[in-house]
C-alpha cells in the first residue's frame, strides 16, 4: 500500500491537493493522511504580555486547527480514506518538519496543493527551497485535477535513470494511467514540434528496464525550441512527472508555465 500524507491549510490549493490524491486512490491502493504544520505565524500579533498574551495565542491556533479540521471533514463526504489531520507544532522550518514527519513515518508520496497563478517567481521560490532540493520522497505539487483519462507527461532533458523509473512504478505499479515520455532540447528554435525518439540513447537503459518491469511507454518524443516554444506541449495532462530542475533553469521555466498537477522524482 502506497502511505501518502498531504499538506493541509484552509485553503483552495489544500482542497485541490485533497481532490488530486483521493482521485489517485480510486485506482492505486494507497492510505490518505494529512496534516498542518503550524506556524509561529499564526500567533498573529501580540495583544498584551503574560498569560493574557499566551491565551490569546493558544486560541488563534486552535482556531487554525478547527479550520482545517472542518476542510478535512468536508472532503471526506467524497473520499472516505482521507484520515483525520495530525498537527505538527510550530517549531522550526516548515518544510524540516514536515521532511522529518515523512522521513519518520515511511511515506511513499508527499502531495500539497499550490497555485502559484502562472507567477514564475513564486514557482522558482518553491523548487529552490531546501524541501525541494532535498525532497525526502516523491513529491505531487496539486495545481489541478483533470481527469486521468489525459494521462502522464515524462519530461526529460535526455537521461532518465532506472532509479526514476523504479520509483514511478512504486506510485503506479498497475499501469493505471497512460504513460508519455517527452525529451526536450533547449535552444531557440521558434517551433516546437514532438518528434519520434524511440531509439534515443539517453533514456534506452532505463525505458529496457521499466519494460522488464511490466511497464508500457505509449510514445517517446523529443522536442527543441524555448520553454514558451513548448508551453502548449505540458498543458493538457493529469500529471507532469519531473526531477526538481535547478532554479530559474530552462526546465524549471517550462513547468512554470504548465497547469497540471507535477511529481517531482527524489
Not at 471526506?76 to 517549531?91: D, I, S, T, V, Y
Amino acid at each position: 500500500m502506497l502511505k501518502t500524507a498531504i499538506a493541509v491549510d484552509a485553503d483552495l490549493a489544500s482542497r485541490i491537493a485533497i481532490r488530486c490524491a483521493c482521485q489517485l486512490g480510486r485506482s492505486i491502493d494507497m492510505s490518505v493522511g494529512t496534516i498542518h504544520a503550524l506556524e509561529p505565524g499564526e500567533e498573529g500579533h501580540a495583544i498584551a504580555t503574560g498569560w493574557v498574551r499566551q491565551t490569546w495565542e493558544d486560541a488563534v491556533v486552535r482556531e487554525s486547527m478547527d479550520q482545517v479540521t472542518r476542510l478535512v471533514k468536508s472532503e471526506q463526504a467524497g473520499c472516505r480514506m482521507l484520515e483525520p489531520p495530525l498537527f505538527l507544532p510550530p517549531e522550526n522550518d516548515r518544510g524540516d518538519r514536515i521532511a522529518r514527519h515523512l522521513r519518520s513515518n515511511h511515506c511513499n508520496l508527499f502531495v500539497e496543493g499550490f497555485l502559484h497563478r502562472y507567477k514564475p517567481d513564486l514557482f522558482m521560490e518553491k523548487i529552490g527551497s531546501r524541501f525541494y532540493r532535498t525532497l525526502p520522497c516523491p513529491t505531487l505539487m496539486a495545481q489541478n485535477v483533470p481527469p486521468m483519462s489525459k494521462g502522464v507527461l515524462w519530461l526529460s532533458q535526455g537521461k532518465v535513470t532506472e532509479k526514476m523509473m523504479e520509483t514511478y512504478l512504486g506510485i503506479f505499479p498497475n499501469q493505471a494511467i497512460e504513460l508519455e515520455l517527452l525529451i526536450c532540447r533547449f535552444g531557440k528554435n521558434p517551433s516546437a514540434a514532438a518528434k519520434d525518439s524511440s531509439s534515443a540513447s539517453g533514456v534506452e537503459p532505463a525505458v529496457s528496464f521499466f519494460e522488464s518491469a511490466g511497464g508500457t511507454i505509449k510514445n517517446i518524443s523529443t522536442v527543441e525550441g524555448s520553454p514558451s516554444s513548448m508551453a502548449a506541449l505540458v498543458r493538457d495532462h493529469f500529471l507532469i512527472v519531473s526531477s526538481v530542475p535547478p532554479q530559474n533553469s530552462l526546465m524549471a521555466q517550462l513547468l512554470s508555465k504548465s497547469p497540471c498537477s507535477l511529481l517531482f522524482l527524489p
